[in-house]
């Protein structure tokens, strides 16, 4: 049994290895065009025309291969399971980079960025400039058109493993939404086995050299060095904004392994625990010492470990998703 799962997360490394070197081999059907170009995406519905019956959006975040299409049915079949399905838009977006676009002849107007700098929120490298967190801010704002959507609710944030990390950075710089507000919709995060948090002080769970690991506190492991989109924001006002925003930490039970081939070993990362489940435990518990009247939830998935489908489709997943 370990032997084949060894062979799995050796075929795990090789196809992220390849994904990113050579580039991805499904490129979602859907384009969204912004300003900056148009962002690939996949969506269970035609959002183009008005959705009367749709009363909650789930945009859903892929990992580091960019499989944005897996998530989508993943997403879609949690959405049916809850039987929630008719009344839920799914939309997943794909953050491309150079070898996608080379490797498919996609058009020069679908945006792209390198490598994996979008799970950070940098910018797309072409054809113009938008960060990853801008990307999701106009799929938000276009949601919130009553025109298309007269009875939506609300929308979830989700996303896991690499898609984990962005949405948790997400919504700890994520800008305001007024007419979220104005029109009582609901803004949800769901942060799903993340390999690592944004942290709001220099202090760690976990012993270490500073001097080794001179980078441990800048972004997307701390406050140091913020990227673009949190230009006007100090530390002190995206903690405050980020701790009284709804978001909950679906964390599996198994994903414990410290030498998991996706699982970021960074100095800066393994300043935050050894494996995914206690880094995930860790952070929770430092934003409750920080806050003690903290609204975020913590959810385990028994008998799941890195795996983002088992882990939206389980009932600890359907109800995070869903509420």
Same mark, same amino acid.
């Given at each position: 049994?370990?032997?084949?799962?060894?062979?799995?997360?050796?075929?795990?490394?090789?196809?992220?290895?390849?994904? /990113?070197?050579?580039?991805?081999?499904?490129?979602?059907?859907?384009?969204?065009?912004?300003?900056?170009?148009?962002?690939?995406?996949?969506?269970?519905?035609?959002?183009?025309?008005?959705?009367?019956?749709?009363?909650?959006?789930?945009?859903?975040?892929?990992?580091?291969?960019?499989?944005?299409?897996?998530?989508?049915?993943?997403?879609?079949?949690?959405?049916?399971? /809850?039987?929630?399905? /008719?009344?839920? +838009?799914?939309?997943?977006?794909?953050?491309?980079?150079?070898?996608?676009?080379?490797?498919?002849?996609?058009?020069?107007?679908?945006?792209?960025?390198?490598?994996?700098?979008?799970?950070?929120?940098?910018?797309?490298?072409?054809?113009?400039?938008?960060?990853?967190?801008?990307?999701?801010?106009?799929?938000?704002?276009?949601?919130?058109?009553?025109? +298309?959507?007269?009875?939506?609710?609300?929308?979830?944030?989700?996303?896991?493993?690499?898609?984990?990390?962005?949405?948790?950075?997400?919504?700890?710089?994520?800008?305001?939404?007024?007419?979220?507000?104005?029109?009582?919709?609901?803004?949800?995060?769901?942060?799903?086995?993340?390999?690592?948090?944004?942290?709001?002080?220099?202090?760690?769970?976990?012993?270490?050299?500073?001097?080794?690991?001179?980078?441990?506190?800048?972004?997307?492991?701390?406050?140091?060095?913020?990227?673009?989109?949190?230009?006007?924001?100090?530390?002190?006002?995206?903690?405050?904004?980020?701790?009284?925003?709804?978001?909950?930490?679906?964390?599996?039970?198994?994903?414990?392994?410290?030498?998991?081939?996706?699982?970021?070993?960074?100095?800066?990362?393994?300043?935050?625990? /050894?494996?995914?489940?206690?880094?995930?435990?860790?952070?929770?518990?430092?934003?409750?010492?920080?806050?003690?009247?903290?609204?975020?939830?913590?959810?385990?998935?028994?008998?799941?470990?890195?795996?983002?489908?088992?882990?939206?489709?389980?009932?600890?997943?359907?109800?995070?998703?869903?509420?």
């Amino acid at each position: 049994m370990n032997k084949r799962w060894g062979v799995l997360l050796g075929l795990l490394v090789c196809c992220s290895t390849l994904a /990113a070197e050579h580039g991805v081999k499904e490129v979602s059907p859907d384009r969204f065009h912004l300003q900056a170009g148009d962002l690939s995406l996949g969506l269970s519905q035609d959002w183009r025309q008005p959705m009367p019956q749709v009363t909650r959006a789930l945009i859903i975040v892929h990992g580091r291969l960019r499989n944005a299409q897996t998530y989508l049915r993943s997403g879609v079949d949690a959405a049916r399971q /809850a039987g929630v399905g /008719a009344e839920t +838009l799914v939309i997943a977006p794909q953050f491309l980079n150079q070898a996608d676009v080379k490797r498919n002849h996609l058009s020069d107007q679908v945006l792209r960025w390198h490598g994996n700098d979008w799970m950070g929120g940098a910018s797309s490298t072409g054809p113009g400039q938008i960060s990853s967190f801008g990307a999701l801010d106009q799929i938000i704002k276009h949601l919130s058109d009553r025109k +298309l959507f007269p009875a939506l609710k609300q929308i979830v944030v989700a996303g896991h493993s690499g898609g984990g990390q962005v949405v948790q950075r997400f919504a700890l710089t994520g800008h305001a939404h007024p007419p979220l507000q104005t029109e009582g919709i609901s803004l949800r995060y769901v942060v799903a086995n993340p390999s690592s948090y944004a942290y709001f002080s220099p202090q760690r769970p976990v012993k270490f050299d500073a001097a080794r690991c001179p980078g441990f506190n800048d972004w997307k492991y701390g406050m140091q060095n913020l990227p673009d989109y949190a230009k006007g924001q100090g530390p002190q006002q995206l903690e405050q904004a980020y701790v009284s925003r709804d978001i909950t930490y679906l964390l599996g039970q198994q994903d414990t392994d410290p030498n998991h081939p996706a699982l970021d070993k960074s100095c800066e990362a393994e300043t935050q625990g /050894a494996y995914r489940l206690i880094r995930g435990h860790n952070y929770f518990d430092y934003l409750k010492l920080r806050h003690p009247q903290l609204s975020h939830r913590l959810v385990e998935v028994p008998g799941v470990g890195h795996d983002g489908d088992r882990m939206f489709t389980s009932p600890q997943g359907q109800k995070a998703l869903f509420n």
